[in-house]
């Protein structure tokens, strides 16, 4: 993990609005994310967690500064490859799941894939394939409005990963849901984790934080500091150890 | 995103608002069976009225003395100039195989022995060709100068016991004065025989214009008896001027015609002809035959047709508002989705294409039961006023195009505003 590459870098990114008074939501963010990392970030309301979030997602572009996602400079980028870009190397999952109303699961799920051109079948088969690994196998026809707000979440999770994406954004993904639902999502993240999978999660929660290798505390569009977090599994130990002590006993 | 795909969820968006849809395809609905309707309808009028001039009839040229300024269609504006002399004539030119006279005889009623029928289309007065031999069903044409009728089938089966050949009717004329006929033939149509009668369907008796018209012009009263078999004594009797002269050519050659018709003319309007002294400035001779008649009627349902096609195409141009301006609440209602679409990967042209699916899709459905009801329209137009029922098939397929083209054509700009929104706006829209 320590050799890994760079998933996204942003170097004194800049994000200003310009509704009267100038509003600077990021005030000079430089950051590297390591491919495969986990990282948290916090920070209170209007901080600019989101504004980060959209610029590393490719939804927007900075005033100024550099923001390189899967080694592409985005803002050099025209529309059509950004949402290129945004449609194969990250997948986002927001707070309020964002999912198609009048779509069931699986073609929720599927949603991302269409666009990319990817046959009927094959995409029906991939969003159940996924909807297992989340846990709703034998949800798949259900409109999001026959779900709860953990089946969604879970949905939006699996939608998010459908197309095999490097990076997964997730923005405030347990806001709306109880603990228990919070966990089975946060577990989840883990996974996807140590699948390889880039995970940046915002969140105002420090146990959520703290599953993540490091916490990025935001304040009013700067980095007041970063935080690492010993190894990358401080809220399990126990499971890290569960399972490096089979590895230990077979090479023996 | 192939347009396969575009189908299947635009459809899935129109059929979330059914009755929505409905009523925004209304107007192109409306707009399309109109046209249709009166498409198939001018058509089918067309084939009933082209489909009934035999190659007999083609070589005929009708003929009558009008101000050269008159518009209209037959015998607008005519005046009775021809007198029997001036039939005669024309008919003796080399160029012409024969000449008569045609006139209306207005009548009251017919009786069958005890039962009598109102009347009021007239007793048809013309020479004994007027009737085709291939047109008659039964017997044989009337004779000049014969008290002698053919029927058609609508006046033969007007009374209770159908008239056959041989009966013998009483026929009264305007003013109440009574005339007998002999039935020496029916018809096989009710429709008219030439452009001088029109063509649709009704009861009509055809008689020799002597000594039926001759007599009524001449002014003779009911003593015209039995012996009006005599034919100079007929002319001379009176000044018996017809309104419209039909002039036979030796075939239905245009050459032919051409020459009948030239040299008729130049009889007519020199100063050996009767008619003569009538025209000059105020009045000119028109031949003309019946295709040339069709084609002025023709004209005239161009120009109606035309004109419902204006007011249909104005009926479109409502209906593509109609949809324009449900696409753009549409846009608006789903600005969310369409912020979601884009987050995971829509590119614009995705969102254009389905937006603009979905506008095509009620553009064409529109146009298909618009054509439907088009088509439901013109049968039962062309049902009811006895018509071959021809559909204007180019039409349907003309009709589908314009709901395409209606389609694309409101679709485009809601679409175009799909297609450019922000997907972060989109997402924060609530
Ligand atoms: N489209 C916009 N127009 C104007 N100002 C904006 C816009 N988007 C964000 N901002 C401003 O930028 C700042 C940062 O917003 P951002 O949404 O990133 O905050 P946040 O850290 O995500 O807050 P929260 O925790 O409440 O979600 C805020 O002050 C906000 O008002
Ligand atoms: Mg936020």
């Not at chain 1, 609005?17 to 000079?28: F, N, Q």
């Not at chain 2, 039939?87 to 009786?111: C, H, K, M, P």
């Not at chain 2, 098939?393 to 195009?401: D, N, Q």
Request: glycine content about 10%; proline content about 4%.
């Amino acid at each position: 993990m320590a050799t890994a590459e760079t998933a996204v870098s942003l170097s004194d990114v800049r994000k200003t609005y310009r509704i009267g008074e100038p509003v600077h939501a990021l005030d000079g963010v430089s950051l590297e994310v390591p491919e495969g990392s986990y990282t948290a970030i916090m920070g209170p309301s209007g901080s600019g967690k989101s504004t980060l979030m959209n610029l590393v997602g490719c939804l927007d572009t900075p005033t100024e500064g550099e923001v390189v996602v899967g080694g592409r400079a985005v803002d050099t980028l025209d529309d059509r490859e950004r949402t290129r870009l945004r449609g194969t190397e990250v997948g986002f999952v927001f707070q309020t799941f964002n999912l198609m109303p009048r779509l069931n699961a699986v073609e929720n799920v599927a949603l991302p894939q269409l666009f990319q051109g990817i046959d009927r079948t094959e995409r029906r088969e991939r969003a159940r394939d996924l909807l297992e690994r989340v846990g709703l196998a034998d949800r798949g026809d259900h409109l999001p409005n026959e779900l709860s707000g953990g089946q969604r979440q879970r949905v939006a999770l699996a939608r998010a990963l459908v197309n095999d994406p490097a990076i997964v954004l997730a923005d405030e993904p347990s806001g709306n849901l109880d603990t228990d639902t919070e966990a089975e999502i946060l577990d989840l993240f883990d996974e996807f984790h140590d699948a390889g999978t880039t995970m940046i999660v915002v969140t105002h929660e420090r146990h959520v934080a703290e599953r993540a290798d490091r916490i990025v505390h935001l304040l009013d569009g700067r980095i007041e500091r970063i935080e690492e977090l010993e190894g990358d599994g401080a809220v399990e130990p126990a499971s890290r150890t569960g399972s490096s002590e089979p590895t230990e006993a077979d090479s023996e | 995103m192939n347009p396969l795909e575009s189908l299947r969820l635009a459809w899935r968006s129109i059929r979330g608002h059914k009755l929505r849809s409905a009523l925004t395809t209304l107007g192109i609905v409306i707009g399309i069976a109109a046209v249709i309707a009166f498409v198939t309808l001018g058509a089918s009028l067309q084939a009933g009225i082209i489909g009934d001039i035999s190659p007999d009839d083609q070589r005929n040229v009708y003929g009558w003395a009008a101000d050269p300024d008159t518009e209209g269609g037959p015998l607008a504006g005519a005046q009775p100039v021809f007198t029997d002399d001036d039939l005669a004539a024309v008919g003796d030119l080399d160029e012409v195989e024969a000449a008569y006279g045609y006139a209306t005889i207005q009548t009251q009623a017919i009786s069958n022995g005890e039962e009598t029928v109102a009347q009021g289309n007239g007793l048809i007065a013309s020479g004994p060709s007027y009737i085709r031999e291939e047109r008659l069903a039964e017997g044989r044409q009337f004779r000049q100068g014969e008290r002698e009728a053919v029927l058609n089938p609508a006046a033969a089966n007007q009374f209770e016991e159908n008239v056959t050949v041989g009966d013998e009717l009483t026929v009264t004329i305007l003013g109440g004065e009574r005339r007998t006929v002999e039935v020496v033939g029916i018809t096989d149509t009710s429709e008219g025989q030439s452009p001088f009668e029109g063509f649709e369907s009704s009861p009509r008796v055809y008689v020799p214009t002597d000594p039926y018209y001759t007599e009524q012009a001449s002014g003779l009263g009911a003593g015209g008896g039995d012996d009006g078999g005599d034919n100079e004594s007929a002319g001379e009797s009176g000044e018996a001027r017809f309104l419209a002269i039909i002039v036979e050519a030796p075939s239905d050659d245009e050459a032919d015609i051409d020459a009948a018709r030239e040299s008729a003319t130049d009889y007519l309007e020199s100063d050996r002809s009767d008619a003569s002294e009538f025209l000059g400035d105020d009045l000119a001779v028109t031949f003309r035959t019946s295709t040339e008649l069709l084609q002025q009627l023709q004209d005239v349902l161009d120009l109606l047709r035309n004109f419902i096609v204006g007011i249909a195409a104005i009926s479109l141009l409502v209906g593509s508002i109609g949809i324009a301006n449900i696409m753009l609440v549409s846009v608006t209602e789903r600005t969310r989705e369409i912020g979601i679409m884009k987050a995971v990967g829509a590119q614009n042209r995705d969102v254009l294409g389905l937006f603009l699916t979905e506008a095509v899709i009620l553009g064409v459905i529109g146009a298909i039961l618009g054509t439907g009801l088009g088509l439901i329209g013109g049968y039962v137009g062309a049902e009811y006023v006895d018509l071959p029922l021809v559909y204007p098939l180019e039409y349907v397929a003309l009709a589908i195009v314009v709901g395409i083209l209606v389609g694309v054509l409101a679709g485009l700009y809601p679409a175009w505003r799909a297609a450019r929104t922000d997907p972060i706006d989109a997402l924060r829209y609530e």
